[in-house]
T-cell receptor, first 118, second 108 residues
Framework: GAVVSQHPSWVICKSGTSVKIECRSLDFQATTMFWYRQFPKQSLMLMATSNEGSKATYEQGVEKDKFLINHASLTLSTLTVTSAHPEDSSFYIC??????????????FGDGTRLSIL | GQSLEQPSEVTAVEGAIVQINCTYQTSGFYGLSWYQQHDGGAPTFLSYNALDGLEETGRFSSFLSRSDSYGYLLLQELQMKDSASYFCASGNSYKLIFGSGTRLLVRP
């Protein structure tokens, strides 16, 4: 149980393109979803937290106009990287919180999306 | 601010035991989790400590001392497939802050 699907797993596109990444909770309702970014050999950095039906909360230093987050339903959140540039190339990972999370595993992670901007 | 510090790299031999430490400074504490991440993959949940003491899950154990702001992950009977990055993370279902990560290399 508690499976999170992330799509696409890999994207290569030209500079200036906008890229949308989807994160779906397959077998549970995710009241909150999180988006992380991870550069090579570095840790996961929380970018933003989104609650279903409300605006996302962005971490300090993350441009909300650059990284658009939509959480329109209890099973889907999307991250759109607008006008992507090579410095946006990274591994983007989503996670989801269940409505009634267990004590042990606070969040469930997707498989990540590797974004490469040429 | 919040920070979780880990050694950057640890090397061990197959079959051995290795301990990965994590010291943290957080405003408010809700528990310490451990995740494994292979290159190119997503983090996989390993263990969680909300209270002081040792939690054992198969070959993996995790320890927490809240008074020392310190925890560790213990991996026993190391296997080659255990070569990966390991992250401690502080927080709960509302927010997780990840540590700097430890790259574990298991040698034959």
């Amino acid at each position: 149980g508690a499976v999170v699907s992330q799509h696409p797993s890999w994207v290569i596109c030209k500079s200036g393109t906008s890229v949308k990444i989807e994160c779906r909770s397959l077998d549970f309702q995710a009241t909150t979803m999180f988006w992380y970014r991870q550069f090579p050999k570095q840790s996961l950095m929380l970018m933003a937290t989104s609650n279903e039906g409300s605006k996302a909360t962005y971490e300090q230093g993350v441009e909300k106009d650059k990284f658009l987050i939509n959480h329109a339903s209890l099973t889907l959140s999307t991250l759109t990287v607008t006008s992507a540039h090579p410095e946006d190339s990274s591994f983007y990972i989503c996670s989801a919180r269940e409505r009634n999370p267990g004590e042990r595993q606070p969040q469930h992670f997707g498989d990540g999306t590797r974004l490469s901007i040429l | 601010g919040q920070s979780l510090e880990q050694p950057s790299e640890v090397t061990a031999v197959e079959g051995a035991i290795v301990q990965i430490n994590c010291t943290y400074q957080t405003s408010g504490f809700y528990g310490l989790s451990w995740y494994q991440q292979h290159d190119g993959g997503a983090p996989t949940f390993l263990s969680y400590n909300a209270l002081d003491g040792l939690e054992e899950t198969g070959r993996f154990s995790s320890f927490l001392s809240r008074s020392d702001s310190y925890g560790y992950l213990l991996l026993q009977e190391l296997q080659m497939k255990d070569s990966a990055s390991y992250f401690c993370a502080s927080g709960n279902s509302y927010k997780l802050i990840f540590g700097s990560g430890t790259r574990l290399l298991v040698r034959p």
